[in-house]
C-alpha cells in the first residue's frame, strides 16, 4: 500500500478505474489517479488493461468508490445505479446525466481551442484550419474545440477552414487519408492546422508525408492531449496543448476520496439537485518541431518575433525594436497585430508562460532558480503569474506534470 494512511495501517479501500488505458486522454487521468493515491489514499485499484473488459463482475466486486468515463455508454449504464460513491469524467458529453448527483470533471474545450488558435497565430500563419471528429453522441468536445478555434481567427479576421471527414477511427485507413489528402492538398499554403487530439494531428502527418508538403514550413500541425508516446515518435515531433488530464484524474481522485470518507453511500433513489460539473482548463501548447516557423513576410514582424523568442524572460524593448527595423513604435504594435492577432506585450506573456512551464515541468531546479532565471523578483510573482494563466501553483504544476511517472498502485 502507498499513502498516508497506509502508513497507519489503515485497510486499503477497494476503488474501481474504468478508463481505456489504450486511449492517451484515458491514460493520462490515470496517471493524475495514481499521483493522487500514491500522496493521499490507500487504495487497492482496479485498473483492467484490456479496454474491452473494462468494468469489474459487479456482481462479485464489493469496491468502495468507482472512478469512470461516461463517453462509453455500457460503463455509464452498468454503474449509474449503484449505491457507493462514484466520479464521472469524460470529454464533456456522452452518457452522463447532471440530475443523477454523481460529480462530474472534465476539460475546458473552448480554452483548448482558443490556445491552439493563439499559438499558430503567434507563428504568423494568415491561413488557419482545424481537423476534428465527425459528429457523434461523444464526439461534441471537437466541435468545442474547432468553434472556439474558429472563432479566435475570426477576431482577428483570418479564415478557418474546418474539416471532420466521414470516418472516426482508422479503421478504414484509405478512405481516410484519400478524404483527409484532397482537403489539406486545397488548403492554402501555408496553413497552421490544429487537430482536435494527437491521433488526429499523426492523420495529418501522414497525409502530409503522403502530398509531399513540408510540415511545419507548408503545414504547422498541432494536437491536444500532450501524448509523449505520439508526440516524440512522429516525424517531425508534434506540438501539442497539454489539457492537464492528469489533473482531471488527480481532482476526480479528491473528489471521491471526499465522498467516501464522509460516508456518502449512495441513496439516489430520490431527485437531487444536479451538481456543476468542474472543468479543468488546460496548462498550455507543448511546442515541439511541428510548429516551429515564421510564416509572416513582414521583415519588422519577423525581427519582433526573432527578439521574443530569443529572450523569452526579458521584458521587450519596443521601441528600441521599432528604432532597430526604422518604423515608429505605433505602426510597428499595429503591425505585429495585424500579423499576429495579439500585441507584443500579449505575445511576449504567452513565450514566458511556455518557458516558466517548461523548467518547473521538465527540470528538477528549485522554484528560486526557475523565478530568477525567469525574470522574476520572486517566487511569489512567478507564482502570481502561473496561477493566473494556469489555475495552478508551481508545485501543483510540477506534480501533476509527473503524476504519469510514478508506480501503479
Same mark, same amino acid.
Given at each position: 500500500m502507498t499513502g498516508k494512511e497506509a502508513e497507519n495501517g489503515a485497510a486499503a479501500r477497494l476503488v474501481a478505474v474504468i478508463l481505456d488505458a489504450a486511449r492517451p486522454y484515458d491514460r493520462l487521468i490515470i496517471g493524475g489517479v495514481a499521483q493522487y493515491v500514491n500522496e493521499h489514499a490507500a487504495w487497492s485499484l482496479y485498473v483492467e488493461e484490456d479496454p474491452l473488459q473494462k468494468l469489474p463482475d459487479l456482481r462479485h466486486w464489493h469496491g468502495q468508490g468507482i472512478i469512470a468515463n461516461f463517453d462509453d455508454r455500457r460503463v455509464a449504464s452498468a454503474i449509474r445505479g449503484l449505491t457507493i460513491p462514484i466520479v464521472a469524467v469524460g470529454g464533456g458529453y456522452g452518457w452522463y446525466e447532471p440530475a443523477s448527483g454523481i460529480p462530474y470533471i472534465y476539460t475546458d474545450n473552448a480554452a483548448i481551442g482558443r490556445l491552439g488558435a493563439e499559438h499558430l497565430l503567434g507563428c504568423g500563419f494568415e491561413a488557419l484550419a482545424f481537423y476534428g471528429y465527425p459528429r457523434t453522441t461523444t464526439s461534441g468536445w471537437s466541435e468545442e474545440r474547432a468553434a472556439a478555434f474558429a472563432a479566435a481567427c475570426a477576431a482577428v479576421g483570418r479564415p478557418c477552414h474546418v474539416f471532420t471527414g466521414r470516418h472516426a477511427t482508422a479503421r478504414r485507413w484509405e478512405d481516410l487519408q484519400r478524404e483527409l489528402k484532397s482537403w489539406i492538398d486545397k488548403l492554402p499554403k501555408p496553413v497552421g492546422l490544429m487537430a482536435c487530439n494527437d491521433v488526429r494531428a499523426r492523420h495529418v502527418l501522414e497525409a502530409c508525408?503522403?502530398?509531399?508538403?513540408?510540415?511545419?514550413? #507548408?503545414?504547422?500541425?498541432?494536437?491536444? #492531449?500532450?501524448?509523449?508516446?505520439?508526440? #516524440?515518435? =512522429?516525424?517531425?515531433?508534434?506540438?501539442?496543448?497539454?489539457?492537464?488530464?492528469?489533473?482531471?484524474?488527480?481532482?476526480?481522485?479528491?473528489?471521491?476520496?471526499?465522498?467516501?470518507?464522509?460516508?456518502?453511500?449512495?441513496?439516489? /433513489?430520490?431527485?437531487?439537485?444536479?451538481?456543476?460539473?468542474?472543468?479543468?482548463?488546460?496548462?498550455?501548447?507543448?511546442?515541439? /518541431?511541428?510548429?516551429? /516557423?515564421?510564416?509572416? =513576410?513582414d521583415e519588422a514582424v519577423l525581427k519582433t518575433l526573432q527578439t521574443l523568442r530569443s529572450a523569452p524572460w526579458k521584458k521587450p524593448d519596443i521601441a528600441g525594436i521599432a528604432d532597430a527595423v526604422c518604423v515608429s513604435r505605433s505602426t510597428l504594435e499595429n503591425r505585429f497585430r495585424s500579423a499576429i492577432g495579439r500585441s507584443i506585450h500579449d505575445e511576449f506573456v504567452r513565450l514566458r508562460l511556455a518557458g516558466v512551464r517548461r523548467l518547473i515541468a521538465d527540470t528538477d531546479l528549485p522554484l528560486k532558480s526557475i523565478a530568477a532565471r525567469a525574470g522574476f523578483p520572486s517566487v511569489q510573482y512567478m507564482t502570481t503569474f502561473l496561477h493566473r494563466h494556469t489555475g495552478l501553483t508551481p508545485a501543483r504544476l510540477r506534480a501533476v506534470e509527473r503524476a504519469h511517472k510514478l508506480p501503479s498502485t
Open positions: 508525408r503522403a502530398l509531399g508538403l513540408r510540415v511545419p514550413h #507548408d503545414v504547422a500541425v498541432l494536437g491536444v #492531449d500532450n501524448d509523449e508516446m505520439i508526440c #516524440d515518435l =512522429t516525424a517531425p515531433p508534434l506540438s501539442s496543448v497539454d489539457q492537464s488530464a492528469r489533473r482531471i484524474g488527480y481532482e476526480a481522485a479528491a473528489a471521491l476520496d471526499r465522498l467516501m470518507q464522509a460516508g456518502a453511500v449512495a441513496k439516489r /433513489t430520490a431527485p437531487q439537485a444536479p451538481l456543476q460539473p468542474l472543468v479543468i482548463p488546460p496548462i498550455g501548447v507543448i511546442a515541439r /518541431t511541428s510548429t516551429d /516557423t515564421m510564416a509572416t =513576410t
